[in-house]
């Protein structure tokens, strides 16, 4: 049942059913319940396949392979490989009678069985016609303790992914892909390895700042354009979140405090060590899918935060067992701080670098994520049902490779399973609450606006921070009343920067 759907989930319920019948585990006789929803399961599970079988189109990464060099890759490796390792070798011979290929990895021979690589060899191709000698293929080491020498290897040509899907209001896990093949006993990217958010991240320090009332979505920030240079430019906070901006990313963290936000972080889901250091602005210490998408369903729920679940009961002969106590429901922002952060993570997803998201055809909001050289690519986003998180990267850390990124890479498969999800579910908006205030103001300045002027846009304020101050005319067009100070502090549009 559950096993072959969704083999991530066993060792959870093994772990469930030994903590909750102990010695009596082994005996048998009992049923465990899991959050899985097997037709989500599917769908997330397909929705990652495609997704990397799409990026073995767009790099070339089909059979046949008969590529001597491939820059993306590196020269092949020289030394002497270990197992799990994962290096660049040179096809030596290919033998159709036992469908397999030799491949020289550094100081040693292994062989790369082609029946077992349906992922690479869907079309199930002999080896003569999948590669041919002299070709370069990328393999990892799975077992070197062969009598003759001989080592097994795989094939590990593409990257992998990871997606998880929770319920917004219970965390029930209700889709857990942990990579493309989905065995019993294989790694679990979504739970058991960590990799760098990058920008998605950024969601967590604004929310800081806005629960902080540091900023508004109309305060102004000063930051240098990064590849400008000419002096600061005046960005919105929310332009700033939407078109992930890096400058005000830093900023906002700056003036929120290091350690400030890594205790946010921590309240809101995220279990990992962060340093609160930063380079923590831009996502550079290591997390889990799991426990970032539990991040962004805190924002999602109206700020609840609470931790995933997984497991529904465990059945022995005498009915239910009892299982471990969890953490009760916490209250980290108030309804009208999350529904803020989320307005502003909507806005990523109508005029930013999530506007892909907009083909799921419902409201959702969410945040693209690419670190540095493109070794890792997210999406993270919800609907007010569903929260799910998509990673794409090589376990090695090898990079993406030219046009992968967040919204090219990790998007369309969340996009893909997202849209399966909410079939037979009517949309339903995000509801503003009482608390936050609708005004208009003038878009340069992010005050309000001056008497008769044109051009204004609509912006949301939590209660008490709406701003004060009216944008000054200037020769037909506003300006900010005081130049900031060196630093460049933002224009809070009514938020005293030291109260």
Known sequence: ???????????????????????????????????????????????????????????????????????????????APRVNG?????????????????????????????????????????????????????????????????????????????????????????????????????????????????????????????????????????VRHEHDKEGPIGVRVRQALAESNNRAAEFVFKESGAKQVVDWAHQLGVESKLGADKSLALGSYEVSVLELANAYATFASGGDALSPVMIRSVQGVEGALPLPPVAPRRQVMTVDEAYMITSLLRSVVQEGTGMGAQRVGRPVAGKTGTTNRVKDAWFIGYSTEIVAAVWVGYDDALPLGRGEQGS???????????????????????????????????????????????GLIQEEFLDGTVPTQAAVPDAGAAKVRQDPPDGGAPVRGGIDPHP
């Open 1 to 79: 049942g559950e096993s072959e759907v969704c083999p991530e989930i066993v060792p959870f319920a093994e772990n469930a059913l030994r903590a909750a019948a102990g010695d009596r585990a082994r005996t048998g006789g009992f049923v465990v319940n899991t959050t899985i929803d097997p037709i989500l399961q599917a769908q997330a599970r397909t929705a990652l396949r495609d997704g990397l079988d799409n990026y073995a189109k767009r790099h070339g990464l089909e059979p046949p392979l008969v590529d001597q060099k491939r820059s993306a890759w590196g020269d092949p490796f020289v030394g």
């Open 86 to 222: 994962i290096y660049v070798g040179v096809v030596k011979a290919v033998d159709d009678a036992s469908n397999s290929i030799d491949v020289a990895v550094g100081s040693k021979v292994g062989t790369v069985l082609l029946g077992h690589e349906q992922r690479y060899n869907p079309h199930h191709l002999p080896p003569s016609q999948f590669t041919r000698i002299g070709a370069v293929l990328r393999v990892g080491v799975l077992d070197d303790s062969a009598a003759d020498g001989n080592i097994a290897l795989r094939l590990e040509l593409g990257p992998q992914a990871a997606l998880i899907a929770l319920d917004v209001r219970t965390r029930e896990v209700l889709a857990l892909v942990g990579g493309y093949d989905g065995v019993a006993g294989g790694l679990d990217r979504a739970t058991q390895t960590k990799r760098q958010p990058g920008s998605t991240f950024k969601p967590i320090t604004y929310s800081y700042a806005l629960h902080s009332h540091l900023i508004t979505p109309a305060t102004v920030l000063h």
């Open 408 to 454: 090219a890479t990790a998007l369309p498969m969340w996009v893909n399973f997202m849209k399966q999800a909410h079939e037979h579910r009517p949309a339903t908006e995000f509801p503003r609450p009482a608390g936050v205030i609708e005004v208009s103001i003038d878009p340069r300045t992010g005050l309000l606006p001056y008497p008769g002027e044109q």
